[in-house]
Nanobody
Framework: QVQLVESGGGLVQAGGSLRLSCAAS????????MGWFRQAPGKEREFVAA????????YYADSVKGRFTISRDNAKNTVYLQMNSLKPEDTAGYYC???????????????????WGQGTQVTVSS
């Protein structure tokens, strides 16, 4: 089993920045792509960003492109999400996810990920 623990959420004013972290532990051998998703009240969970095992390939939702940056440190088993120029519409619970699919594929859908963290809340005030 794999455990994912997110941290770094909080309350920030519009235009501000936050950095989320996701630490992986347990049976992490074989984990490939990792991603961040978010879910606002009354809405479905949506893709935010994903990164390949090597870190060389990254993918972003159009709504965050140019403002958010995903990165990972495999030596620390940690993935990060740097969020800049935050907007009130970024307010949501943010969830880290890990995928065991072999190869170089990086998923951008909820169903493509095998493990999930408990989430960390990000609230952006206007």
């Amino acid at each position: 089993q794999v455990q994912l623990v997110e941290s770094g959420g909080g309350l920030v004013q519009a235009g501000g920045s936050l950095r989320l972290s996701c630490a992986a532990s347990g049976s992490i051998f074989g984990i490939n792509a990792m991603g961040w998703f978010r879910q606002a009240p009354g809405k479905e969970r949506e893709f935010v960003a994903a990164i390949s095992w090597s870190g060389r390939r990254t993918y972003y939702a159009d709504s965050v492109k140019g403002r958010f940056t995903i990165s990972r440190d495999n030596a620390k088993n940690t993935v990060y999400l740097q969020m800049n120029s935050l907007k009130p519409e970024d307010t949501a619970g943010y969830y880290c996810a890990a995928d065991r699919t072999s190869g170089t594929y990086v998923g951008t859908h909820v169903y493509e990920y095998d493990y999930w963290g408990q989430g960390t809340q990000v609230t952006v005030s206007s």
